[in-house]
């Protein structure tokens, strides 16, 4: 199976604009997503598409792939859909967001199997059990599953309820890394926008609405995205205790 994994990056951002070529411990934020998405063993090859020229020539600067895109799309979706019209004959696109530089390698290859031996399995997300002091933040999306692992709803309130209390109830926070087939990509780009995305602010729920089924993978992976100047400066800390151990 020929897997691309792909981090769209845009160069502009509300809360922290530029945040692509912010450096940690010596290098731009998108060399980290780059180097550690490289580790992967699924992915044939690892390619940053962005729409400027200043991290189009970044990753060209450290020897990595990139691709420039188009600056008008209105989503991350939408760029990826560029990608895939000009790669033919990638089978499985994996999206890893540009403001991940502590991306699990591992998590992208769990991604990448769940297409084995599955022909009938578009798109694929991660979840991790949430934090309790997440539960009222809607800026970490929660997801609910059925029994096989597939999505029901993603949502920013807190589902499910807790009602009743039960000994095997979860809240699980949804982690924004997908894998899709490279034809669904393209139907999924093409799909008009519905109403529950259009309320939550949640593309996926996208695909829900036009009846398509998200397989949702747990991990124990806990995404740190950089949003802000604060996430950053936790991120850096982070690289620079292992870099010293």
């Known amino acids: 199976m020929n897997i691309l994994c792909v981090i769209p990056t845009r ?71 560029e990608v895939a019209r000009a790669y033919p004959d990638v089978d499985v696109i994996v999206n890893v967001q540009g403001d991940e530089p502590l991306i699990a390698p591992e998590v992208i290859d769990e991604l990448a199997a769940a297409f084995d031996g599955a022909p009938d399995l578009a798109m694929a997300t991660l979840m991790t059990e949430m934090d309790e002091e997440e539960y009222n933040l809607p800026s970490a999306v929660k997801v609910v599953t059925d029994l096989n692992g597939y999505a029901l709803y993603f949502s920013r309130s807190l589902i499910p309820f807790p009602r009743v209390k039960h000994e095997a109830y979860n809240v699980y926070k949804h982690i924004g890394i997908y894998a899709y087939r490279r034809d669904f990509l393209l139907t999924f780009a093409a799909l008009p926008p519905t109403p529950l995305e259009r309320a939550e602010s949640l593309e996926q729920l996208r695909a829900l609405e036009h009846g398509y089924r998200i397989k949702v993978l747990k991990t124990d992976f806990k995404s740190i995205g950089v949003d802000t100047p604060e996430d950053l400066e936790r991120v850096r800390a982070i690289v620079e205790q292992r870099y010293e151990v």
């Not at 962005?50 to 792939?65: M, R, W």
């Open 11 to 81: 160069y502009a951002s509300t809360r922290l604009p530029g945040k692509a070529l912010a450096e940690i411990a010596g290098k731009p934020m998108i060399q980290h997503v780059y180097e550690r998405a490289c580790r992967a063993k699924r992915p044939r090859a690892v390619l940053v598409a962005t729409d400027h020229e200043l991290i189009y020539q970044a990753v060209k600067a450290f020897g990595g792939q990139v691709m420039l895109t188009s600056p008008d799309h209105p989503t991350g979706t939408d760029r990826l859909a």
